[in-house]
């Protein structure tokens, strides 16, 4: 793209402050920013005037889960299903890793972060762990997918190399990299990471697959013959991936996608709930908890809303491409944004000052005809880091992984 043509193309879209500083820049840095332009969707930056309607929510009513109770009578069952399709080569891994490490008081990827105590032990080290349990029992590799974002891409991928991938089979691991999305202040107007580099951010849970199939990820696991993918998210280091129970559950009761769920510690935590929406399995987010929902108790007096998701989930390819081709609604996020002010100086603020645009996996669950919530222990595959002190921090996931045996 040429000046002329990314000018039109801001001006178009209210957005020429992108090129208040294009003539004092070096000629590979003009090159970056033209190119960046030319790749940007600035259609979504719209939406932030229509941000409280964008995505009304439908008629949300309680579903089941397949409680551990009734895992434990087909345990075997189960089991036997899912290493025979990991055996086959049927299931693959994809870890969902594009994050930093800012809430840990790190500038490097989340999962290059040390929780170890007595020894180096990182975020990724004990995915990789978990994973080979199942590689050992299965007596078969399991392709993982990782995904990455351009903040941490080079970072992420010279750690597994220096690391010799934590013990794993590099033949059978694969990296891409996260679509992003401009981020803006509260008007729609982006922000200016660097004078020659627009603000951008991963574009949500949601958009890891369209990342695949940009990549050409899609085209090597349809090669290899992958049928199921179990997408999983950076930060539980407990969480049992490939899990052959869970993947066996998923296949023998004909369902579109699984689920992992745990039972909330509470009415209000932190996490999302399973429920149907429409009639449609759904995800009802804990801000969208209403008092009425809260409070709603099943036939045994539970509560109705009791299983919340830890973002582990078992897709079958073929229905991920279909649900990509349709598009998934787009999320507005309030967020800190870092960037260039009036001046060009570089401004890290204290408070919210704008909005990240994300697609979610729970819309993907919502666009399918059927859902497993599969139960497991929460103690046991249920040890999130997003802090660093409280709940759901290094501290909380060090003493599980030590209430579980594993060395720190």
């Given at each position: 793209m040429g000046y002329q043509e990314a000018y039109d193309k801001l001006e178009k879209y209210g957005q020429l402050h992108v090129l208040k500083y294009y003539g004092e820049l070096a000629k590979e840095e003009k090159e970056a920013l033209l190119t960046q332009i030319e790749q940007t969707d600035f259609d979504m930056l719209s939406y932030c005037k229509e941000k409280e309607t964008l995505n009304p929510r439908g008629k949300i009513e309680p579903v089941g889960a397949m409680q551990l109770s009734e895992i434990e009578k087909k345990r075997e069952e189960f089991t036997r299903i899912g290493l025979d399709a990991i055996r086959a080569g049927k299931v693959g891994a994809v870890l969902l890793a594009g994050g930093m490490g800012t809430r840990l008081g790190s500038d490097a990827p989340k999962g290059i972060y040390n929780i170890g105590l007595t020894k180096e032990v990182y975020i990724f080290q004990r995915l990789i762990e978990n994973l080979m349990d199942v590689v050992h029992q299965a007596g078969a590799w399991i392709p993982l997918y990782v995904m990455t974002s351009d903040k941490n891409h080079e970072t992420t991928t010279a750690f597994f190399e220096e690391k010799d991938y934590f013990g794993y089979n590099a033949d059978y691991v694969t990296f891409f990299i996260q679509d992003m999305a401009p981020v803006s202040d509260y008007e729609g107007k982006v922000y200016m990471e660097t004078k020659y580099k627009i603000s951008t951010s991963p574009n949500g849970s949601g958009g890891w697959f369209h990342s695949m199939m940009k990549w050409g990820v899609v085209d090597k696991l349809r090669e290899a013959g992958v049928e199921w993918l179990n997408v999983f998210a950076v930060d539980n280091v407990l969480q049992r991936i490939a899990d052959p129970c869970f993947v066996g559950a998923t296949i023998a009761t004909n369902s579109a996608v699984g689920a992992k769920v745990v039972r909330k510690?509470?009415?209000?935590?932190?996490?999302?709930?399973?429920?149907?929406?429409?009639?449609?399995?759904?995800?009802?987010?804990?801000?969208?908890?209403?008092?009425?929902?809260?409070?709603?108790?099943?036939?045994?007096?539970?509560?109705?809303?009791?299983?919340?998701?830890?973002?582990?989930?078992?897709?079958?390819?073929?229905?991920?491409?279909?649900?990509?081709?349709?598009?998934?609604?787009?999320?507005?996020?309030?967020?800190?944004?870092?960037?260039?002010?009036?001046?060009?100086?570089?401004?890290?603020?204290?408070?919210?000052?704008?909005?990240?645009?994300?697609?979610?996996?729970?819309?993907?669950?919502?666009?399918?005809?059927?859902?497993?919530?599969?139960?497991?222990?929460?103690?046991?595959?249920?040890?999130?880091?997003?802090?660093?002190?409280?709940?759901?921090?290094?501290?909380?996931?060090?003493?599980?992984?030590?209430?579980?045996?594993?060395?720190?």
């Open positions: 510690n509470a009415p209000d935590e932190k996490v999302g709930a399973m429920c149907l929406e429409d009639g449609r399995p759904s995800i009802v987010e804990y801000y969208d908890m209403t008092k009425e929902l809260m409070e709603a108790k099943d036939e045994n007096g539970e509560p109705a809303y009791n299983f919340g998701v830890i973002l582990n989930y078992l897709f079958r390819e073929k229905d991920l491409e279909e649900i990509v081709a349709r598009e998934l609604p787009l999320h507005i996020v309030e967020k800190k944004i870092p960037h260039l002010d009036e001046k060009g100086e570089l401004v890290k603020p204290e408070a919210p000052n704008g909005y990240k645009f994300e697609q979610l996996v729970l819309d993907m669950i919502h666009e399918l005809d059927s859902c497993l919530p599969y139960e497991v222990v929460r103690n046991k595959e249920f040890a999130p880091i997003k802090n660093m002190t409280g709940i759901d921090s290094v501290e909380s996931a060090r003493k599980l992984c030590q209430e579980n045996g594993i060395e720190l």
